[in-house]
């Protein structure tokens, strides 16, 4: 079986590890079309598979309509060779840094996503899938057993803090992605991720990097005051990629709807801190509090039991583990 898979943002922290995943599936000869803008990203993250002959990449912006138009070609001239094709969205404003630019994130967020998920079903693709965000919770972000996907949420308003709209924007995709199933154009799903890192994030701008990083470059960290009391989940990039892949190995899964993938190992923002301190030898780091978040959720814990029912999803790599895969590279 040969698939061919269409890979926005793909030198981003996902769209880089699943082109990776895909390329080497036993007994398949997959080929990626990926493109990226480079807006938070750049080749870097994906050289060690530039030069494979099944893997093609395009400079290209999602909210262009000739690059898009580009791509729509390309697809029409060799979709014939493959089995299926396969639409992954990981283009996405995600930093925090830029939660707050409301123009950037809905144009690519939201109206990017949309004119993805068009050109796949004009095509004729075979699953698209949307990659979303824990975000959506946003101050409802827990209970003991875990939020889940069919519970209502409860977003900060825009009185409140404009961050939301990265939320809403995510939100938007998901109903797209819902109703393009619904109307029998496409199998496909949306994935909220929860606190996704990894070794390859390019940038120090998620909170794990941003430590690693200034305990490398300063033997010291500076934390917003939300991390007095703050505490989360952290996700490795190697398993929201494995989540992915058995989404789209299920088709049960492909019904248009939302799946949570996170863990359940809770840590604290300050013990996170001595935890890598203490991987990289680094007694007693110091850890100072400057500026404060709107609409940032103390906790953020979500239930996994939709994806761990319908797929053989399960995280694999421990918070300690991925934190010493993460310094063992250098960031």
């Given amino acids: 079986m040969n698939n061919l898979y269409v890979i926005s943002g793909v030198t981003g922290m996902t769209g880089n590890e699943l082109a990776r995943r895909l390329l080497h599936v036993p007994g398949e000869k997959n080929t990626i079309i990926g493109f990226d803008n480079f807006f938070c990203s750049s080749l870097k993250t994906v050289e060690d598979i530039y030069n ?3 893997f093609i990449f395009h400079k290209w912006d999602i909210n262009s309509d000739e690059h898009l138009e580009l791509l729509k070609n ?3 001239r060799v979709q014939e060779q493959y089995s299926s094709v396969i639409y ?3 283009a996405a404003v995600v930093h925090t840094e830029y939660f707050y630019h409301v123009n950037d994130t809905f144009n690519t967020n939201v109206m990017g996503m ?3 998920l068009e050109q796949a079903i004009e095509i004729g693709a075979d699953i698209y899938i949307n990659c979303s965000t824990s975000e959506v919770y946003s101050m409802h972000s827990w209970r ?3 939020v889940r996907e069919d519970e209502y949420i409860y977003l900060a308003t825009a009185e409140h803090s404009q961050r939301t709209s990265y939320a809403a924007g995510k939100l938007l995709t998901e109903f797209f992605m819902r ?4 109307e029998q154009k496409i199998n496909g799903c949306s994935v909220r991720f929860a606190n996704v890192y990894s070794k390859n994030e390019l940038y120090p701008k998620h909170i794990i990097p941003y430590i690693i990083n200034e305990l490398r470059e300063k033997g010291s960290v500076e934390l917003l005051e939300n991390s007095k009391v703050n505490k989360r989940t952290f996700l490795h990039n190697e398993d929201s990629c494995a989540a992915v892949i058995e ?3 299920s088709r049960e899964a492909l019904d248009g709807s939302v799946y949570n993938v996170a863990t359940d190992e809770e840590i604290s923002i300050i013990d996170l801190v001595h935890l890598c301190a203490r991987k990289m030898g680094i007694k007693s780091p110091q850890i100072t509090f400057k500026g404060y978040r709107e609409s940032d959720p103390e906790r953020r814990i979500l239930n996994t039991d939709k994806i761990r029912s319908k797929t053989n999803w399960r995280p694999v790599i421990t918070l300690d583990k991925g934190i010493e895969l993460c310094i063992g590279e250098k960031i």
């Fill in 52 to 54: 494979n002959e099944q």
């Fill in 247 to 249: 989404l789209i190995n």
């Fill in 144 to 146: 003991e057993e875990g």
């Fill in 114 to 116: 949309k004119r993805f």
């Fill in 179 to 182: 109703d393009a199933v619904n």
């Fill in 74 to 76: 390309e697809i029409l």
């Fill in 88 to 90: 992954i969205n990981c």
